[in-house]
């Protein structure tokens, strides 16, 4: 069972290696210029997608200027928000990024979004589908393991590991 496990793992973070490269990259570039800029980035993950929000703000490696979305937050258009959420038809992290554009500030989203249906995919300024939309294993009679929180963090590293490069590039 590892074995599977650890294969169909390697085929989702492959997919979004493959089909999210462009996205991450716009993503990116949206957080390195609210880094460079005089912008915050602001998370909020949902559910187990809270793993992002805890990496990005207490983890190791945190990006600058990062800070926890809060509702009621006053932002700019040189704002950025990572909203993360298992499936792109979170209705919360939905309702949030409709306040945030509303504000002029800009969306990163990090979300499965099947068919590329769902809000948080379709209307995010910066949307990345995290590619689980369902369970990977066979077991007995049911379907088991949904790493939806280990391709968020994986894609938040893809995106993590290209601000970095970003930004050196004007030090």
Do not use: W
């Amino acid at each position: 069972m590892m074995k599977m496990l650890t294969t169909q793992l390697t085929g989702k973070f492959q997919q979004i290696e493959e089909k999210e490269t462009l996205a991450i990259e716009e993503a990116a570039r949206g957080l390195a210029q609210a880094i460079i800029g005089d912008g915050n980035i602001y998370v909020k993950g949902f559910e187990e997608m809270q793993a992002v929000e805890a990496e990005m703000l207490d983890g190791k490696e945190t990006l600058p200027k990062s800070q926890r979305y809060q509702p009621g937050t006053e932002l700019t258009s040189i704002d950025r928000v990572v909203l993360a959420a298992r499936f792109a038809d979170h209705k919360e992290a939905t309702a949030i990024m409709h306040d945030v554009q509303a504000q002029g500030a800009q969306v990163i989203s990090l979300s499965s979004a099947k068919n590329k249906e769902g809000e948080l995919y379709k209307q995010a300024d910066f949307p990345v589908d995290t590619k689980v939309t369902d369970s990977l294993l066979p077991f007995d009679m049911e379907r088991i393991c949904f790493p939806s929180a280990m391709t968020a963090l994986y894609s938040y590293y893809a995106i993590y590991i290209t601000v970095k490069e970003i930004l050196s590039e004007y030090e």
